[in-house]
């Protein structure tokens, strides 16, 4: 009873429980259900995670291999998607929730893990410096509503790694301290199983601390130092084989995958951002940097002012060693460089750049600012006056500095100082300064005191995560994400699993782009995680297609039969505009679906020399690449899609200059120097239509913003596109129709949010700071950037005659398909004379393809997808995935885990003795006084009082301070052993049971 009574008083279950209690204040403020109609998804967790675990809820319910998925990018290694973002138990809940309460899922995965980050905080500072008074929980709760936190609260596979870095270090200070080993080795085993990549940075951070912290050890004998090392490089072994089994799947999948080739070779040297940037990270009421697109704003390393000022207090404490400002500042100035210099974060980040959001290895700045902060007030009281005040007043100087370098008017973009905030950090500042100074200078009334930082440090931390929270919470209502639809896409999904031949699907217009994984039904939309060659191919024929995800909108007829997409499923408010050959085939009240007339099967008997295929020989637009692949597939002479239509030469321009090329389809257009941020900058270009026939649009333009489609009059909406390159089908047109196309461009001066009303010249001029190299030259490089550029429109039409042939040839030896799982095809084909059996399955040297019986070699189609040859004749055909690596995988783990817990009882000598060094003795001695301040036992004993002042600093009259700051009294009564007992234990021989065996 007493036990429990502790804990839920204890620092960490209260910083557990208050920082639970914001998060639901956020869900308050920003409308979350069940307080409204808001939900928590947005960006990554909108089109990706919930998908994926709505997938994988539906396995655990209803059957399904967990290695291979045919519900995103033609067919996808499922297993890889699952290590990279499912490794977390909370995830095994999700069939409770279903996919009518998915947003629901989420809303309780945060509200659980995001206080679990403050935990794990309140632990170390209960494990490192004895504290568990309300300065820790302060402490803690920065951590856990970090900037970081909650500008990146939506990746929910990180929140594990950032909340298991205190533990980590706990378990580092563990094998510094006293060898013991086995609490670092299962903890970032389980941080790695939980995200491999975040993984790998607490294998970074766990390295820097260990070094330091070893470096800074008092004077030791030179067996500790070898024998610690040893400790701590083995039990890091031992946590990467723990982690094996996602490890291993990892490095033997991840080369299929675009994420693997992101670069393969060093970057030139470049910096995110300078040192001034990097300050504002720190300021309060400061945007974060969400996605790369605000990259170079400012790193999200916001854990309160109270953190900051004491931080900064550190650094001028004369009762601090040098050594350890040294090391602890290299230390920061590292972590400083690993988020700024390019170089440095290509290689932390796995030799590639991430995609999506930025300065990922920035959560252990925050941890390491905290560290100093704690260290900072356990010796505030040593700061004299004449330091707290000039050290005030630079802090004060500072935040100024930083508003005239990085103006804004208002809270918008990332790395920009407002007014408001300039008074706002200005006072608590100057309050935090003024408390802290008090309280380490009256000890009567220290407690009140550091009430009020307390409160004062609430009321900040938690301001500053409403704001970040609710920031992008705009997408769509939780109605809107998935229960509007539910019912009709389940009875959706149900008609097309009905089928045993396997076709695909896709939703139009798009609004996710993980449609497939939700819903359940077959698809080549994705997010995230792809096969790299499938991704470029697409790109390079018109699909929307980027570096993290796919978004296919039925750009051609040709597309839409060879990829067979036998489906489009339409909102109620586009059910008349099918995508071309596609008819009414059911409505299921808001959701109709269209059937393809033209499709082809999942492959088709082509001739041989599809292998020579080779879309990447000359660079060429998407229009002649759609041309050459269906010349490859059916052999059929002439072009597909016809050459460009010409504008008729006018064109109507708005705040910018336009030069029309010859061609009537390209120019160059430049921004009037005189434009407003709130300003619009577009030209207008009109098209007649020479024929009836289908039509399309691809566009390749400088600092794309949109484009806008009018014909005959009739807006044309639904019209997005993403990528340049991308294929945009109008539908079929007749002769004489009038087609007017606006092409936005970006403002220059929109990214900068401060300069209302200032010309393009005046940006330059009025930073008297720019002058002096002080000024960000990054952000008026992008002024300059987009001050001028390129346009191209390729208007087109397609052929119908040569696609319906192309069809027919394609269609005489199809493969039927008459039975399909997660990880088998089978069916036949009458393959007529022969050739190659063509496939729109992702390559992959997993998949095995047995002909009657007999396995055959697979091949690759433009790098991108399967094939194999066939001979005349009719043959039975089964396609099987293997999987490789898993046992291994599930081996190297084991072994792993077993090493931790039983390696040392395994070493032991015959008859309970531990293998000793030279001279009989202990190779790893343990002086009186490391094993006086070592033991934890000691302070956590039920019957022993914690020796701290709760609420602020020990007095040097009362005791002596170990290395960790711990106070400990000179009475030995109070001991658990006597100081007889203890002195000259070290020069004894100790047989097992002694009073210094661990």
Not at 97 to 111: H, K
Not at 300 to 315: D, K
Not at 396 to 417: N, T
Request: proline fraction near 4%; hydrophobic fraction near 45%; include cysteine.
């Amino acid at each position: 009873m007493n036990g429990l009574k502790r804990f839920f008083g204890s620092a960490i279950f209260l910083s557990y429980i208050i920082t639970m209690g914001i998060v639901i204040l956020v869900y308050m403020l920003a409308w979350v259900y069940p307080f409204g109609d808001r939900h928590v998804l947005f960006y990554d967790s909108f089109q990706s995670y919930a998908p994926r675990i709505a997938e994988l809820a539906r396995r655990l319910t209803e059957g399904g291999s967990p290695f291979y998925t045919w519900q995103a990018q033609f067919g996808v290694d499922n297993y890889l998607l699952m290590i990279t973002s499912l490794m977390n138990p909370f995830v095994l809940l999700a069939p409770l929730f279903g996919n009518e309460y998915i947003t629901e899922f989420f809303s309780l995965y945060y509200l659980i893990h995001i206080p679990a980050i403050s935990a794990g905080f309140a632990y170390y500072m209960k494990k490192r410096f004895g504290r568990g008074d309300i300065v820790a929980i302060a402490l803690s709760i920065a951590y856990g509503l970090s900037s970081f936190v909650t500008a990146y609260f939506v990746v929910f596979y990180w929140l594990p790694c950032i909340a298991m870095l205190p533990l980590v270090a706990v378990g580092v200070d563990n094998i510094i301290k006293d060898g013991k080993y086995k609490f670092y080795a299962v903890v970032l085993g389980a941080a790695i199983i939980t995200n491999y990549l975040f993984g790998m940075f607490l294998c970074v951070f766990s390295g820097l601390y260990f070094i330091a912290e070893l470096y800074l050890k008092e004077s030791q004998s030179r067996a500790y130092y070898w024998k610690t090392i040893l400790k701590y490089a083995v039990s890091s072994v031992l946590a990467v084989g723990i982690a094996g089994v996602v490890l291993v799947p990892a490095a033997l999948l991840l080369g299929n995958t675009k994420y693997a080739s992101a670069g393969s070779s060093i970057p030139p040297l470049e910096f995110f951002f300078s040192i001034p940037q990097v300050l504002t990270g720190y300021l309060f009421d400061v945007a974060p940097s969400v996605l790369l697109s605000n990259a170079n704003g400012t790193p999200n390393i916001y854990v309160g002012v109270f953190a900051l000022v004491l931080a900064v207090f550190y650094f001028v404490n004369p009762a601090i060693p040098k050594k350890q400002k040294l090391v602890y500042g290299g230390v920061l100035l590292f972590l400083i460089l690993a988020a700024s210099v390019n170089i440095l974060g290509y290689v932390l980040n796995g030799m590639r750049y991430p995609t999506g959001f930025p300065h990922r290895v920035l959560f252990i700045m925050c941890f390491f600012t905290l560290f100093l902060a704690a260290q900072s007030f356990e010796k505030i009281q040593a700061v004299p006056l004449k330091s707290f005040r000039i050290t005030t007043l630079a802090m004060l100087g500072g935040v100024v500095l930083l508003w005239i370098m990085f103006p804004a008017v208002s809270w918008s973009l990332s790395g920009y100082v407002t007014v408001a905030a300039v008074f706002e950090n200005f006072v608590f500042i100057l309050i935090y300064v003024a408390l802290l100074y008090y309280a380490s200078r009256v000890p009567e009334r220290r407690k009140v005191l550091l009430g009020f930082v307390f409160a004062l440090a609430l009321v900040e931390v938690s301001t500053g995560a409403a704001k970040n929270m609710q920031i992008h919470m705009v997408e769509t209502t939780r109605e809107q994400y998935a229960i509007e639809l539910n019912d009709d896409m389940e009875k959706v999904s149900e008609l097309l699993g009905a089928e045993d031949a396997l076709y695909r699907a896709d939703m139009s217009p798009k609004r996710l782009s993980s449609g497939g994984s939700l819903f359940g039904y077959n698809s080549i939309s994705s997010f995230a995680i792809s096969y790299e060659s499938v991704t470029e191919f697409c790109r390079n024929l018109g699909v929307g297609a980027t570096q993290s995800r796919i978004d296919y909108r039925f750009p051609t007829p040709l597309l839409n039969s060879v990829f067979a997409v036998k489906y489009s499923i339409n909102r109620a408010y586009n059910r008349n505009k099918p995508p071309e050959y596609y008819e009414e085939a059911a409505v299921f009240d808001k959701v109709t679906l269209y059937e393809n007339t033209k499709v082809l099967p999942l492959g088709f008997v082509v001739d041989k020399n599809i292998l020579d295929y080779d879309p990447y020989s000359v660079m060429k637009t998407a229009k002649r690449t759609q041309n050459d692949f269906a010349k490859a597939l059916a052999g059929i002479e002439g072009n597909l899609l016809l050459g460009a239509i010409k504008s008729d030469g006018s064109a109507y321009t708005r705040n910018c200059s336009v030069e029309l090329s010859d061609d009537g389809i390209s120019g160059t257009y430049e921004v009037s120097p005189t434009i407003k941020t709130t300003d619009h900058i577009y030209v207008y270009l009109r098209f007649k239509i020479p024929a009836n026939r289908s039509t399309f649009l691809t566009l390749n333009i400088d600092n794309l913003r949109g484009v806008y489609v009018k014909i005959n009059g009739e807006n044309i909406s639904g019209i997005q596109i993403n990528t340049q390159n991308e294929i945009i089908g109008l539908g079929k047109l007749e002769a004489g129709d009038e087609v007017v196309l606006g092409l936005f461009f970006q403002n220059p001066l929109k990214p900068e949010s401060a300069y209302v009303e200032r010309t393009l010249d005046e940006t330059k001029s009025q930073n008297p700071l720019f002058l002096l190299g002080l000024y960000d030259r990054e952000r008026e490089a992008v002024v300059a950037s987009r001050e001028s550029g390129t346009f191209f429109v390729d208007l087109f039409q397609m052929d119908e005659e040569r696609y319906l042939e192309t069809i027919d040839e394609l269609s005489r030896s199809p493969f039927e398909v008459t039975h399909y799982d997660d990880t088998h095809v089978e069916g036949f084909v009458n393959a007529g004379r022969g050739g190659v059996m063509f496939t729109t399955i992702p390559y992959d040297k997993r998949w095995h393809v047995y002909v009657d019986g007999a396995e055959v070699a697979t091949e690759k189609v433009a790098e991108a997808f399967l094939a194999f040859s066939v001979r005349a004749g009719r043959h039975d055909i089964r396609l099987e995935f293997r999987v490789y690596g898993l046992a291994e995988s599930f081996a190297v783990s084991g072994i792993a885990l077993f090493a931790t817990f039983f390696g040392e009882t395994i070493i032991r000598l015959p008859g309970g003795r531990k293998r000793r060094g030279r001279g009989g003795k202990s190779e790893s001695p343990v002086t009186p006084v490391e094993e006086f301040k070592g033991r934890d036992e000691i302070a956590e004993a039920d019957e022993i009082e914690d020796l701290r002042d709760p609420t602020g600093w020990p007095e040097p009259a009362d005791g002596a301070y170990g290395d960790d700051g711990a106070e400990f009294t000179d009475t030995a009564e109070e001991l658990p052993y006597t100081a007889e007992y203890i002195v000259g234990a070290e020069e004894s021989e100790t047989e097992e049971g002694g009073p210094l065996e661990e």
